[in-house]
């Protein structure tokens, strides 16, 4: 008994000298800025309540003809479904392992995964978001470093995202008389063996070259309809879970800026920068903000009035992985899900494509458009 009774005096001890809960605790960051939202919210009722009303219906504005017109009842959605199924078909026949085989001489000289010319490729042939969720899985099987990674998302962006942007692309060059040979080869297909070396040389060299016996077999064993009906369902997740919602966010971002008035002067610094980088604007803000091909399409009906300066650089301009939606949601998303990269690195990579990619533009108009016209 006398145990016990320590034992429950230590235990009211321990009770009365332990320090007591508080009541209250301290504000957070985060609970301050929440606060000052519930505030200016309250306050914004009150004073103009047609602002926040005003704010819902920009955005709405900016996200509805994007989300609606292009990927739901446009052929951009449709584009995306069946690139999938295409590049799936193509990986099931042998295609990827061909393209290996092909690029590991060159890449074995420059000291790079072959494998980071992979969604270049499957760009080039389909779609950007396909190319991917494609060849995401693809490097990593083949042991491809985050630097080799981020080389092949800054690579893929060097090629247009749809084939429609190309052919669209060809009348207008054809209309001012420009070698368009000449202008596809310098603007699609150096760049995807030019920017692996220089990037692999200056930002991202954790590089090494792969062996093809040290390289798996990159061809499934499914069977050919599973396949085409996987890749079916495949492309609409893509489209219906991360295309669209990213595009619908950063469309919803520029609905802000044009209420709050930033935009309209944004998109006129983008036409004098363009006009001085000799890329057309009005095809150039169109193919940087909402679609490449749709650029293309209005470029192709006005080429003939038009400096050939302006139309190869806004085609070459038009030839990568613009809209920014894409560059700044869709890259990201797809790329965090299906590689080694997160979202911050996808992008960044993304970003420094893109902006090689207005260099190039730039250089071949400045200084190869004798040679071109």
Do not use: C
């Not at 609970?31 to 309540?49: A, Q």
């Not at 009906?229 to 966010?249: D, K, M, Q, T, W």
């Not at 998303?333 to 494509?353: F, H, Q, R, T």
Request: hydrophobic share 55%; no cysteine; proline share 5%.
């Amino acid at each position: 008994m006398s145990e016990v009774k320590s034992l429950v005096q230590k235990d009211v001890e321990i009770e009365e000298t332990s320090a007591p809960i508080p009541l209250t605790r301290k504000w957070t960051q985060i609970e301050v800025v929440g606060l000052g939202l519930v505030i200016i919210s309250l306050l914004v009722l009150l004073i103009t309540p047609g602002t926040l009303a005003g704010l819902f219906t920009s955005i709405v504005d900016q996200v509805f003809p994007v989300i609606v017109e292009i990927f739901l009842t446009g052929t951009v959605g449709v584009s995306i479904i069946v690139s999938v199924i295409i590049g799936r078909f193509l990986e099931r026949l042998g295609f990827t392992d061909a393209l290996i085989r092909i690029f590991i001489p060159v890449t074995k000289l420059m000291k790079v995964n072959s494998a980071v010319i992979i969604p270049s490729i499957y760009n080039i042939l389909g779609d950007i978001n396909a190319a991917g969720k494609i060849a995401g899985p693809i490097l990593i099987r083949s042991g491809a470093t985050k630097a080799e990674q981020k080389i092949a998302v800054a690579t893929m962006v060097q090629s247009q995202q749809s084939f429609a942007t190309f052919m669209l692309g060809m009348v207008a060059l054809t209309a001012v008389g420009a070698n368009a040979f000449v202008v596809v080869v310098l603007a699609v297909f150096m760049p995807v063996i030019i920017v692996p070396f220089l990037l692999s040389k200056t930002i991202y060299r954790d590089t090494r070259a792969v062996q093809i016996a040290k390289l798996p077999q990159f061809t499934p064993k499914t069977g050919f309809l599973p396949t085409l009906f996987n890749a079916a369902r495949e492309g609409a997740e893509l489209l219906f879970l991360l295309i669209i919602p990213a595009a619908a966010v950063v469309f919803a971002a520029i609905g802000v800026l044009d209420y709050i008035g930033i935009w309209a002067k944004v998109e006129s610094g983008l036409s004098t920068v363009l006009l001085a980088l000799n890329i057309h604007p009005e095809t150039g803000i169109l193919s940087i903000l909402a679609s490449p091909a749709l650029a293309m399409a209005q470029l192709s009906e006005v080429a003939g009035t038009l400096d050939p300066r302006l139309v190869i650089g806004s085609f070459v301009l038009a030839s990568s992985g613009l809209p920014l939606s894409t560059i700044f949601g869709q890259v990201p998303v797809i790329w965090a899900a299906n590689s080694d990269l997160s979202e911050k690195e996808a992008m960044g990579a993304a970003v420094l494509g893109i902006g090689m990619r207005i260099l190039t533009a730039f250089l071949i108009v400045y200084f190869l458009t004798p040679i071109l016209v």
